[in-house]
C-alpha cells in the first residue's frame, strides 16, 4: 500500500530512515515516496487495461515538478484546472497533449494558453464558457476540443467539502439538460465535441456510487456518442485511501487494535466497472488523485513544547496549519506516529501548531505515546491536498519536499527563505 514502515525502532521511507533525511533538511518537512507513487499509478493502469483508457492524474492534489516528472515517465496524462498546472506540467516533462482542463472559472487567457499548447480536452461546466471557448478558439483559428462536465445529481456518501455531483454543487451541468447543450454545442464552429465528463466526489470508499453514476449516465454517453461521434468518456477521480491504521506493517498493537478503514482496491473498482464501461466501445478517462499521492507523502513535525493544562495534554509542533490545512478544512483524520517508536502507556494528546486559530491542530484527544521537547512525529497520508494547500499565513516559510527512491532522497522543493514571503511586496509610494 505504501512504503513507510518502521525497521527497529526508526520510521522509513523506503530504505531511508527518516530521521535523517530530517537531519539533513529541517522540519516541518513532506517527505514522498517515488516507489509509492509508482505502484498506485502502474495498480489503477493494469487493472484498467482491459479498456482503452488513459490515466490523467489531478494535478490538484499535489503539483510538485518531481512528483509530476514520476508520473509522466510512467505515462500518465494530468488533469489540470488552471494554467499554472500546466505550465507546470509543460516545465516537468509531461505531454500538454496528455491533458485535459477541468474547473468552473477558466479565463480568456488560460483558455487561449491552452489550446495554443494542444490541450486534449476542455472539461467544461457551463454555456457561458462554452461560447466563450469557442470565441477564443476562433480568434486564434483553432478547434477547440470539449467535453460537457455532467453532473449525474448522485449523492457520493461523503464529506460535504467534498461532494461535487449533486444539484447543490456548483460543478458541471444538470444531467437532464446535457442534451440540449450537445445539441447547441454542435452548432459552435471551432468547438469538437470530443467526450463527455463527470466526477462525483472525493474519498470515496465504496464503488456503489461511482456505479450508480455510469450506469445513470451511460443512455445519455450512448446517445450522445450516435450523435455528436464522441471519442471519450471520463468517469472523474474520488477513489478514497486508508487514513486511519495507515501504517500496515511494523504497527505497535495499539494501531492494530483500531478497526482498519475499509478499502476501496484498483482491482474491485475496475473488476465492478469495466463490465459497464467495455460495451461503450468509448476511450475512458480517469482523474485520481488523492488515489496516486495521498499515502505517498507524510508531513514531519518537531515537537517544541508539551503543554498540561487542567483538561488537555497539547503537543505544540513546528507544523502548522498553513503547512496542511485538511484537519480545520474537511474535518481529516491524519495518523500521527512518532519517528522513533516509543514505550509506555498512551497519553491523550491534541497536536497542534503554533498558529493563533483554535483550528489550528492536526488531531484531538488522540492517544499517543508520550513524547517530549525534540522528538519528531510524522503526519501519514499527506501526499494529497498537503503541500498544495500550504501557505504564509502568520509569514510562515513554506516546507521543504524530498523525495525518496531507494535510498536515495532529492530536495524536490527547498525551503522557504522568510525574505520570499514579502518579497513581491513593497511600501508604496507616498509612505516612503
Ligand atoms: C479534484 C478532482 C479530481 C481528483 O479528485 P481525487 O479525489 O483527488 O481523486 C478529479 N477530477 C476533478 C474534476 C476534480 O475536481
Given at each position: 500500500?505504501?512504503?513507510?514502515?518502521?525497521?527497529?525502532?526508526?520510521?522509513?521511507?523506503?530504505?531511508?530512515?527518516?530521521?535523517?533525511?530530517?537531519?539533513?533538511?529541517g522540519?516541518?518537512?513532506?517527505?514522498?515516496?517515488?516507489?509509492?507513487?509508482?505502484?498506485?499509478?502502474?495498480?489503477?493502469?493494469?487493472?484498467?487495461?482491459?479498456?482503452?483508457?488513459?490515466?490523467?492524474?489531478?494535478?490538484?492534489?499535489?503539483?510538485?515538478?518531481?512528483?509530476?516528472?514520476?508520473?509522466?515517465?510512467?505515462?500518465?496524462?494530468?488533469?489540470?484546472?488552471?494554467?499554472?498546472?500546466?505550465?507546470?506540467?509543460?516545465?516537468?516533462?509531461?505531454?500538454?497533449?496528455?491533458?485535459?482542463?477541468?474547473?468552473?472559472?477558466?479565463?480568456?487567457?488560460?483558455?487561449?494558453?491552452?489550446?495554443?499548447?494542444?490541450?486534449?480536452?476542455?472539461?467544461?461546466?457551463?454555456?457561458?464558457?462554452?461560447?466563450?471557448?469557442?470565441?477564443?478558439?476562433?480568434?486564434?483559428?483553432?478547434?477547440?476540443?470539449?467535453?460537457?462536465?455532467?453532473?449525474?445529481?448522485?449523492?457520493?456518501?461523503?464529506?460535504?467539502?467534498?461532494?461535487?455531483?449533486?444539484?447543490?454543487?456548483?460543478?458541471?451541468?444538470?444531467?437532464?439538460?446535457?442534451?440540449?447543450?450537445?445539441?447547441?454545442?454542435?452548432?459552435?464552429?471551432?468547438?469538437?465535441?470530443?467526450?463527455?465528463?463527470?466526477?462525483?466526489?472525493?474519498?470515496?470508499?465504496?464503488?456503489?456510487?461511482?456505479?450508480?453514476?455510469?450506469?445513470?449516465?451511460?443512455?445519455?454517453?450512448?446517445?450522445?456518442?450516435?450523435?455528436?461521434?464522441?471519442?471519450?468518456?471520463?468517469?472523474?477521480?474520488?477513489?478514497?485511501?486508508?487514513?486511519?491504521?495507515?501504517?500496515?506493517?511494523?504497527?505497535?498493537?495499539?494501531?492494530?487494535?483500531?478497526?482498519?478503514?475499509?478499502?476501496?482496491?484498483?482491482?474491485?473498482?475496475?473488476?465492478?466497472?469495466?463490465?459497464?464501461?467495455?460495451?461503450?466501445?468509448?476511450?475512458?478517462?480517469?482523474?485520481?488523485?488523492?488515489?496516486?499521492?495521498?499515502?505517498?507523502?507524510?508531513?514531519?513535525?518537531?515537537?517544541?513544547?508539551?503543554?498540561?493544562?487542567?483538561?488537555?495534554?497539547?503537543?505544540?509542533?513546528?507544523?502548522?496549519?498553513?503547512?496542511?490545512?485538511?484537519?480545520?478544512?474537511?474535518?481529516?483524520?491524519?495518523?500521527?506516529?512518532?519517528?522513533?517508536?516509543?514505550?509506555?502507556?498512551?497519553?491523550?494528546?491534541?497536536?497542534?501548531?503554533?498558529?493563533?486559530?483554535?483550528?489550528?491542530?492536526?488531531?484531538?484527544?488522540?492517544?499517543?505515546?508520550?513524547?517530549?521537547?525534540?522528538?519528531?512525529?510524522?503526519?501519514?497520508?499527506?501526499?494529497?491536498?498537503?503541500?498544495?494547500?500550504?501557505?504564509n499565513?502568520?509569514s510562515r516559510p513554506l516546507a521543504a519536499?524530498?523525495?525518496?527512491?531507494?535510498?536515495?532522497?532529492?530536495a524536490?522543493r527547498k525551503r522557504q527563505e522568510v525574505e520570499k514571503i514579502w518579497e513581491?511586496?513593497?511600501?508604496?509610494?507616498?509612505?516612503?
Open positions: 500500500m505504501h512504503e513507510f514502515h518502521y525497521s527497529g525502532q526508526d520510521l522509513y521511507c523506503e530504505q531511508a530512515l527518516i530521521k535523517s533525511l530530517v537531519q539533513k533538511y522540519t516541518p518537512l513532506y517527505v514522498y515516496s517515488q516507489k509509492t507513487l509508482t505502484n498506485h499509478y502502474k495498480k489503477l493502469d493494469e487493472a484498467l487495461a482491459p479498456l482503452d483508457h488513459m490515466v490523467c492524474f489531478a494535478m490538484k492534489a499535489n503539483s510538485n515538478l518531481s512528483v509530476i516528472r514520476v508520473l509522466a515517465n510512467l505515462g500518465s496524462g494530468f488533469d489540470v484546472v488552471s494554467a499554472g498546472e500546466l505550465q507546470r506540467v509543460i516545465v516537468a516533462g509531461g505531454d500538454a497533449r496528455r491533458c485535459v482542463f477541468a474547473g468552473v472559472g477558466k479565463t480568456e487567457e488560460e483558455i487561449a494558453f491552452a489550446l495554443q499548447r494542444g490541450i486534449y480536452s476542455f472539461n467544461v461546466e457551463s454555456e457561458p464558457e462554452l461560447a466563450r471557448i469557442n470565441r477564443v478558439a476562433a480568434r486564434l483559428k483553432k478547434i477547440a476540443p470539449v467535453a460537457v462536465r455532467v453532473n449525474p445529481n448522485v449523492a457520493a456518501g461523503t464529506h460535504a467539502k467534498i461532494t461535487t455531483g449533486t444539484y447543490e454543487n456548483k460543478f458541471g451541468i444538470a444531467f437532464e439538460a446535457i442534451e440540449a447543450v450537445y445539441a447547441r454545442a454542435a452548432r459552435l464552429k471551432h468547438i469538437r465535441l470530443q467526450g463527455l465528463q463527470m466526477h462525483i466526489g472525493s474519498q470515496l470508499t465504496e464503488v456503489n456510487p461511482f456505479e450508480a453514476a455510469i450506469r445513470k449516465v451511460m443512455p445519455l454517453v450512448q446517445k450522445l456518442k450516435a450523435r455528436h461521434g464522441l471519442e471519450f468518456f471520463s468517469i472523474g477521480g474520488g477513489l478514497g485511501i486508508v487514513y486511519k491504521s495507515a501504517l500496515a506493517s511494523g504497527s505497535p498493537a495499539w494501531w492494530k487494535s483500531k478497526a482498519a478503514q475499509k478499502i476501496l482496491t484498483p482491482s474491485s473498482y475496475a473488476r465492478r466497472l469495466t463490465p459497464l464501461l467495455k460495451p461503450l466501445g468509448l476511450k475512458i478517462l480517469i482523474e485520481p488523485g488523492r488515489f496516486i499521492v495521498g499515502n505517498a507523502g507524510i508531513l514531519v513535525t518537531r515537537v517544541e513544547y508539551v503543554k498540561r493544562t487542567g483538561r488537555k495534554n497539547f503537543v505544540i509542533v513546528d507544523a502548522a496549519m498553513n503547512d496542511l490545512i485538511r484537519p480545520a478544512f474537511y474535518d481529516a483524520y491524519h495518523e500521527v506516529v512518532p519517528l522513533r517508536k516509543k514505550g509506555g502507556a498512551l497519553i491523550s494528546s491534541d497536536v497542534v501548531g503554533g498558529i493563533c486559530e483554535s483550528g489550528d491542530y492536526f488531531c484531538k484527544d488522540r492517544p499517543l505515546p508520550k513524547v517530549g521537547e525534540g522528538d519528531h512525529l510524522a503526519l501519514l497520508s499527506s501526499g494529497a491536498y498537503g503541500f498544495v494547500m500550504a501557505s499565513y502568520n519536499e524530498v523525495l525518496v527512491h531507494g535510498k536515495k532522497s532529492d524536490a513581491d511586496e513593497k511600501i508604496v509610494s507616498w509612505l516612503k
